[in-house]
């Protein structure tokens, strides 16, 4: 019996981390490199993320609202950009639900993390759009990962692979990939989840375990839990290999950071 449930809890725990852990790495990162930009940079990354708000507070802000009607959570004022921040804050999306309602509280685990989806989404249609031939090479190298279930190693040197191609697009249409990184870097700094994102998705997590632990006992009572997790494991190579790329983009302003902060401590030298 109690192998039976050390089975069952490992089952449980790869769950959670093919569900939702998938998510919370890639929000924790992106917030990560947004933090270190910021203490690197020091005073002037205000006045960057100020400009950069331009882009990535809109995108992110309909991150939130496009996850409300799936839920059934009523928008009752939203601002995509206000020029003027306050205590950091760019933009917002108030909503209401009815707390009753479990589906409508669960809803609330993907509205805070929406900035990720809609960070996701447009970085990926301007890789597709403005760095077309490099971006079709990584998904033919991903897509081959997948299916051969080949390790996390090697989507890493596919995304590094990615990175060392982008400036051939400049050489065969400079304007059009000047404009994919316009767009692309600004999202970059602003996908990370703000303190009152990660707030308002915490309520729903008892939720969210209470139907995987459904989930769960259902899918290990008549023995289909290693096909489960099979078919997560493959859906989360996926999902990663796009997270991973959102990720190396805000990596970009971390590198951008230590090389002003290197610049700087070099000038002070003399």
């Not at 089975?7 to 919370?24: A, P, R, S």
């Not at 759009?129 to 998904?139: E, G, K, R, T, V």
């Not at 590094?160 to 970059?188: K, M």
């Amino acid at each position: 019996m109690s192998d039976l449930i050390f089975e069952f809890l490992k089952y449980f725990g790869m769950l959670i981390l093919l569900t939702l852990g998938t998510l919370v790495i890639c929000g924790l990162a992106v917030r990560l490199c947004a933090k270190a930009f910021s203490k690197l940079m020091g005073s002037p990354s205000g006045a960057i993320f100020d400009v950069t708000s331009i882009i990535g507070t809109p995108v992110h802000e309909l991150g939130h609202a496009m996850m409300c009607p799936l839920f059934g959570h009523r928008i009752e004022g939203m601002c995509l950009w206000s020029p003027k921040a306050e205590n950091g804050v760019y933009g917002y999306v108030n909503h209401s639900y009815n707390r009753k309602n479990i589906w409508q509280k669960f809803g609330n685990l993907f509205i805070g993390v929406g900035p990720i989806f809609s960070g996701m989404l447009v970085m990926v249609l301007m890789l597709w759009i403005c760095f077309p031939n490099q971006w079709n090479d990584y998904l033919a190298r991903t897509a081959e990962l997948t299916l051969g279930g080949n390790n996390f190693k090697e989507m890493l040197e596919s995304i590094f692979a990615l990175f060392l191609d982008l400036p051939d697009a400049f050489h065969t249409d400079a304007l059009r990939a000047i404009l994919g990184l316009v767009v692309i870097l600004p999202i970059s700094l602003h996908i990370s989840l703000s303190p009152q994102d990660i707030k308002g998705s915490l309520g729903a997590i008892p939720f969210y375990l209470l139907l995987l632990l459904a989930f769960g006992i259902t899918t290990f009572a008549i023995g289909v839990e290693a096909m489960m997790v099979s078919a997560l494991w493959i859906f989360n190579l996926r999902l990663l290999s796009l997270f991973c790329v959102v990720i190396a983009f805000s990596l970009i302003w971390v590198v951008i950071g230590l090389i002003i902060r290197g610049v700087k401590t070099l000038i002070s030298c003399f």
